[in-house]
């Protein structure tokens, strides 16, 4: 079977693909010091019951991917917590700052590993989600505005935002705030 | 297989009601072949120059099956190259072996608009594998008349493709995502303006991917004896299904079903054929590039319609022209494109 177009389809595989990685734009530690200026953290993991994680689905229609929450006390008043979301090949790694009132102080996003849709990070994007709070059902191209281009980024972090006020809300609404 | 053995009459016959509209293209093939050849090689260099040379890659839109489209587009402003490579192995009695390639750029006009335009360039080789064991190569170069005892290969530019795919609705932000398609093909003494509906349903954050396109092409050709007619040849009508599911970083795998028909009418009448393929599909998509690849099989679902040449249908699959028992498609893409805010 000679052909002069036989090898094309091996040239898929050794074409070259620069390696996926992920862009750090912020640690852990530079976001608690960004959204809360002096404070100092607690850190308090915890894991979802089964009954805590249908009653989040059931409250944000957003499902519970995973049932370990990573969460930090702030001193000054205030949760602290990491979490990611799907992104279009990797996960997108954010953190969200709630004050002791379970209102959205901050959002930030803290790895991004796709080369497309980074848009997310920006300000003016990300300030929409500010003062939002457990109910406020939050819906992309309607209580927030999508990027046009970024729309799977958009979407999963307003899906991830509306998870965590409603984990606020049915699971550590009634815990103490304050280390 | 246990198809009575013809006598050369019938297989002369044969040949002259299958290769339909042969004649057309038997002046001086292999000097148009060199020709062509060489213009879809300076092409397929000048995709990937380009694509090399344009700074800052990003990720774009991507296939997840091989013969499924999705509503995914590339957002505005971006650029990527695709490869693709269909191979189609296996009719019901002697050898066929049968490559088409096509080498596409692609470009974002705005975020609901996504141009291409690419170039199709086929290779093939057949010897004793139609109905009757007559060597038939398959379509596109159905419209060469071999011996039916020749070994026949053959290698042909095909023609060169536009599309535009318009997403009326996209699944990330609509309960269902829909997508117009429009690809005229031109080639030597061929157009084929062929049009899809795409239809896109997500589901468990977007990592379970469902895909659906009906698909209506009618073929022109120039056939003898009156080659100064662009008449109609047949009209493909195909239905495609493909469910993909993200398990894990970069990696989705899942499976394609379609059906493709055709038809001697514009209006499903007089059908032709009508043949079912079902088989895995894996993708992989990284931060540059993605690489999907799709092995299908014929079912053994064929029955014979008004318009199925006799002998064409075999164990219960059809072996016509435009149809073998396996097929093998890969896609390599690589974007390019401006640069990503920071």
Redesign the interface.
Known sequence: ??????L??L???V?P?????ATVYLSVEQAQALMFPGATFQPDTRTLTNEQAKAIEHASGV?V?SRQLKLWRVSTGGWFIVDE??G????ILFALGLDDSGALKAIEILEY???????IR?PDWRKQFIGKQAGSKLQ??KTIR?I?????SC??IT?GVNRLLATYEIVLKQSASRP | MNEPIPDSRQIDQFALETNRGRRAHESCPQQTNGLL?RHAAALLVTLFVMALAAPS????DEPLFGFTYTTDLL??G?FEVE?W?T?RLTKATGSF?Q?E?RTELEY?V??RLQFSLYTN???T?AYHNGPFGATTPGEPFSYDVPDPDDHY?R?RFIGISGEAIYRLL?P??HPVGVALYFEPTIGPGFFEPEARLILQKDF????LVLGFNFTYAPEYRRLPPDTSCMCLAETDVNADFGLSY?FR??WSAGFEFFNERELNSLNFTNEINSAYYVGPVIHY?????F?TATFVGQLPWATTHSDTQPGAIVGGRDYDNDFEKYR?R???G??FGGK???
Do not use: C, I
């Not at chain 1, 079977?1 to 036989?6: A, L, N, P, T």
């Not at chain 2, 890659?57 to 774009?60: E, L």
């Not at chain 2, 998509?285 to 590039?289: E, R, S, T």
């Open positions: 079977m000679k052909s002069r177009f036989f094309l389809p040239a898929s595989f074409l693909g620069g390696p996926a990685y499902n991917r979301v799907v279009k090949h990797e996960f590993r796709e080369a497309y849709g980074g848009q920006e992309l191209d999508n046009s281009g970024a729309t799977l979407k999963h899906d | 050849s890659p990003v990720r774009a957002p505005k971006k490869q490579s191979t072996w490559q390639n974002g705005n975020d360039y086929d290779s080789a290969r290698s996209s990330y932000t468990r954050d977007d990592r993200r970083r970069n998509g990284g931060k540059h590039f690489v093998v890969v896609k390599f690589w974007y990503e805010k920071k």
